[in-house]
């Protein structure tokens, strides 16, 4: 009981214009890094975010300024997303809000991505992520754009884009 009373007291200050109260914090970290490992010990993801807050009602995590990294099973670079705000859901999928980046660099291919959208969520355990918002997609010389995708993040990157699908390749 009484930690839950601490954790109110000492709880990060809100900004003017925050988000309203979301219920009774049970806890929070500042500065947190947690790293998921797969079967063989390798880190498979890394979550990273100055402020992570916990509420007690519904059981749910409020991340401010979230970077979720996936890291391939090969030599590729890893995956990096990052957003305005995130919240961690019950069943571990993160549901990231505002302004959404996803990026990788340079393969061995030489080819790097970097998606642009908003409200997004990511599902850890099947490295998968999907919007229903408009996203922009570039990888030189293409740019794709279109309404909604699902991303299959991983050595073989697989985008379906779900609508108004554009797309325009540069002949060099």
Do not use: C
Not at 131 to 138: F, G, L, P
């Amino acid at each position: 009981m009484s930690s839950t009373w601490y954790a109110q007291r000492i709880k990060p200050k809100e900004e003017a214009g925050a988000a309203p109260d979301h219920g009774t914090v049970d806890y929070f970290s500042l500065n947190i890094r947690r790293t998921s490992l797969d079967e063989s010990g390798r880190a498979k993801n890394l979550l990273v975010a100055p402020v992570l807050t916990h509420y007690i009602e519904d059981n749910h995590t409020e991340l401010t300024s979230p970077v979720y990294t996936v890291f391939s099973k090969e030599e590729n670079p890893p995956w990096v997303i990052s957003s305005e705000h995130g919240t961690i859901k019950q069943d571990g999928t993160i549901a990231l809000e505002g302004a959404v980046l996803i990026q990788r660099d340079a393969d061995r291919n030489g080819r790097s991505v970097r998606l642009t959208t908003s409200n997004a969520t990511i599902d850890p355990n099947r490295d998968y992520a999907e919007t229903s918002e408009h996203i922009e997609v570039v990888s030189a010389p293409d740019l794709l754009t279109g309404d909604g995708a699902q991303v299959h993040f991983g050595d073989q990157l697989k985008i379906t884009i779900l609508s108004n699908v554009r797309r325009k390749h540069d002949v060099r």
